[in-house]
């Protein structure tokens, strides 16, 4: 997927971070919990939830998530979720709330104070402003000035 962050479950090549500056040491627990979240970001996730399967205290799935990833597992799912909506938000005619559903907050207004906690425009501005860009790009046309 590639979507989150300094570092997504596909970056993770046999439990190393790959890319950027050299191989970092992962954790099979790491890639398990992103690929979770990122197979159903719009479920209610909770740090006990990810920590279960590998049987591990929440704690240390922290720290682990953490040093590989550069995100505690929450964060990383609120990150996976603001950019999976902006990608619906640019490439469907899907509403604004039927979007925030979607991603996992069923509660439009929660969505919308998330959205412009991270992008400091709200969801309904970002997708006006770049629409027209995104299908310049789609079109194959380019782009204004350039």
Not at 18 to 41: C, I, S
Not at 109 to 135: D, E, G, P
Request: a positive charge; charged letters at 20%.
């Amino acid at each position: 997927m590639g979507l989150v962050g300094p570092v997504a479950a596909d970056d993770l090549v046999g439990g190393e971070v790959v890319g950027g500056g050299g191989a970092v040491n992962g954790h099979p627990a790491v890639v398990r919990a992103m690929r979770l979240m990122e197979a159903a970001p719009d479920r209610p996730w909770t740090l006990n939830d990810l920590a279960a399967e590998p049987h591990l205290a929440r704690g240390h799935l922290f720290r682990l998530c953490k040093a590989v990833t550069g995100l505690p597992p929450i964060t990383y799912l609120l990150r996976l979720r603001v950019e999976l909506a902006t990608s619906l938000l640019l490439y469907t005619d899907q509403s604004v709330s039927q979007i925030g559903e979607s991603v996992g907050w069923p509660d439009a207004n929660y969505f919308a104070r998330r959205f412009k906690a991270h992008y400091r425009l709200s969801a309904s501005t970002y997708r006006t402003r770049f629409t027209h860009n995104t299908a310049l790009l789609r079109a194959g046309s380019p782009q204004p000035g350039g």
